[in-house]
């Protein structure tokens, strides 16, 4: 039921957790709106009812929970599965595709209980602000967002500010002090940062941080096999068993965290011009990943692998910077959807502490072909065929060697300094 109170009205992106907690009264003590929280489960696992309940405590005049966890599978992890997006060679971008979505239900929901401004916890040093208030933009550029850590009337400085602002006004607490990591938690992923991360020279105490994954060298003795089936590049099928994206995702989770599978520890660029260390779980979306990409070398010819490589990481970066409502993103997205129209298939994988290696694939549009790949002679390619190919193909460098030996000058001279006199006993 929508919120009747004449004053105006903000949405708050409410996850329950320290920042946003402390939000609801900041904004009631400083600005004259009524506080319509908005919980979005995106696979975080959390008890939304007391976290609603909680909201309400706190000051907030309505709180709504969406569960958006299959369009957040179906809709923004599996564009960037089926694009291989990967940031900076190991961050699989749990984070930033869970954003663009976020922003765009808190939209929804000012639109619907007509507020005049969105309020988010982002901090200023971080991305989460840039991806929010991008997304923010692209559909309601009209109205005004408040972010707490970059206005002049919030002057808490740390978290350590944050729980005494709490303590003061004799509100619970929702963590405990001495495991303070700044988490964000999906169906896809889990990132921590702070406490000793933030010294580079110090190992993560994985005791204290690890969620739903186990060390590699905790994990079983005997590891597994798990089989993927596709169709058009998005994934369908675990183990023989047709699911959901939300399904996937879950049972993929299991598999991969028992197996010690997706631990990183990264320091990463944010786009805000810093370095940052963190550390992420994604169990099932580093099997999802690296299963696709068999996919994509069965199915897809060279040219294409090959100029996909550019875009994927064009597109990791544009996911990465927020910019997922663009034009550009729009354009990359429908160059994915049809260079993946034949990637269907299945790929086996084995699993083992927190390694996986192929163990098959197969798909109906696979483009390797035996006869031409054995060693021996086939019908459609005969080993003396690659004699014209090479005289072609190396022709201009036989060229520039004729040259130099012509002027007497360049690698290809009789006695070049380029070449070594190797030992002859």
Known sequence: MASKSKKGKVVLAYSGGLDTTVIIPWLKENYDYDVIAVCIDLGQGDDWKTIKERALRTG?????????????????????????????????????????????????????????????????????????????????????????WRDPKWTLQSREDEIAYLEERKIPVPMKKKSSYSCDENIWHISHEGLELEQTENEPDWGNMLKETKLPEDAGDKGEYVKIEFEHGEAVAVNGKALTPLQIMETLNKIGGRNGIGLVDVVENRMVGMKSRGVYETPGGTILQYAHEQMDHLCLDRDTYHFKQHISLREADLIYDGKWFTQLMEGLMAFQDAVEENVTGWVRLRLYKGTMRGAGSWSPFSLYNESIASFATGDLYDHKDAQGFITLYGLPLKVRAMMEQKVGKGQAVINSKKLKKRPTE
């Open 60 to 148: 907030a005049s309505a709180c709504y929970v969406v569960d958006a966890r299959e369009e957040y599978c179906k809709d923004y992890v599996w564009p960037a599965v089926k694009a291989n997006c990967v940031y900076e060679d190991e961050y699989l971008l749990g984070t930033s595709t869970a954003r663009p979505l976020i922003g765009k239900i808190l939209v929804e929901y000012a639109r619907q209980e007509k507020a005049v401004a969105i309020c988010h916890g982002a901090t200023g040093k971080g991305n989460d602000q840039v991806r929010f208030e991008l997304a923010i933009k692209a559909f309601a550029p009209d109205l005004k967002v408040i972010a707490a």
